[in-house]
């Protein structure tokens, strides 16, 4: 069953704590990417790959870290340089020829 | 300025009136229009792509069209199921960052 898997569905974390949010994608799609999204405010790219150990800031990067080492992952981390952490967070994996955009179930992250 | 504006910001209806819902966007070399559906709480579902003026999708009771300037999500005889909220986004030709803008969807809610 392809797909995008993202775990945990729901995270809490304390103020200063990192936190790394996985991604997993079994498409076989080069290109990966995280959004936020926060009520009225639409989806935000964080960061996106295009390709395995290779990755580009997106609009607002600050605060966050990822790496590439697998084609398969895209793992995000939430350091505690981001100053509003609390939002719902999605990865999404590109099909390049068709050039549309799909999505995983998100992670909620709660720090407080 | 936003280059993807969807209208209306939410639409209530009741079963069975149809209507239809606004994306426009105020750029030049698209390359791409995508539809999704995102439940509460939920990543966006991938619907529809269109990539030419002219062009129609339709999926049960949707159906999406494109123009220079527009698409419209048309939905006939909605049912309770169907309310969610409706995201478009725009792909550029040569498109800068990760060349895909959002809007901000329009809240449907289809009362029984």
């Known amino acids: 069953d392809g797909g995008i898997t993202q775990s945990p569905k729901y995270l809490f974390r304390k103020e200063g704590q990192n936190v790394t949010l996985s991604c997993e994608q079994n498409l076989n799609h080069d290109a990966m990417y995280w959004y936020r999204q926060d009520p009225g405010q639409g989806l935000r790219l964080i960061y996106y790959?295009?390709?395995?150990?290779?990755?580009q800031k997106g609009d607002i990067a600050e605060g966050y870290s990822v790496s590439r080492e697998k084609k398969e992952s895209f793992p995000l981390t939430v350091t505690s340089a981001q100053k509003n952490p609390t939002a719902f967070y999605l990865c999404?994996?590109?099909?390049?020829?068709?050039?549309?955009?799909?999505f995983g179930p998100g992670t909620r992250l709660t720090v407080t | 300025e936003d280059q993807v504006t969807q209208s209306p910001e939410a639409l209530r209806l009741q079963e069975g009136e149809s209507s239809s819902l606004n994306c426009s966007y105020t750029?030049?070399?698209?390359?791409?229009l995508f539809w999704y559906r995102q439940d509460p709480g939920k990543g966006p579902e991938f619907l529809f792509t269109?990539?030419?003026a002219g062009e129609e999708k339709e999926k049960e009771r949707l159906k999406a069209t494109l123009t220079k300037k527009e698409s419209f999500l048309h939905i006939t005889a909605p049912k309770p199921e169907d309310s969610a909220t409706y995201l478009c986004?725009?792909?550029?030709?040569?498109?800068?960052?990760?060349?895909?803008?959002f809007g901000k969807g329009t809240h449907l809610i289809i009362q029984p």
């Open positions: 790959s295009q390709i395995v150990n290779d990755f």
């Open positions: 750029v030049s070399g698209l390359r791409g």
């Open positions: 269109l990539y030419s």
């Open positions: 999404a994996s590109e099909n390049r020829g068709s050039g549309t955009r799909y």
């Open positions: 986004a725009v792909q550029l030709v040569g498109g800068g960052a990760d060349g895909l803008t």
